[in-house]
């Protein structure tokens, strides 16, 4: 269990399997296509969480970090 901080000041536990595809994020973006099943539920989790946020580019799906201030 690890807790971040969003950008809103708000405190947000994040569970074991989110901590982890969290940390593939540093400072790119991920395709949709690039995460396993499983990974794409958990992607889709941290978006709802406002962690993660969904992008458009060059007709496929991406995901990447929400960037702290």
Do not use: C
Request: hydrophobic share 35%.
């Amino acid at each position: 269990m690890k807790i971040i901080e969003l950008t809103n000041k708000v405190l947000l536990p994040l569970n074991n399997e989110e901590t982890s595809l969290l940390e593939k994020f540093e400072s790119t973006s991920i395709a949709k296509s690039q995460l396993s099943e499983r990974e794409q539920v958990i992607a889709n989790q941290l978006t709802v969480k406002d962690v993660l946020v969904r992008t458009h580019e060059e007709g496929k799906i991406h995901y990447k970090k929400v960037q702290s201030n």
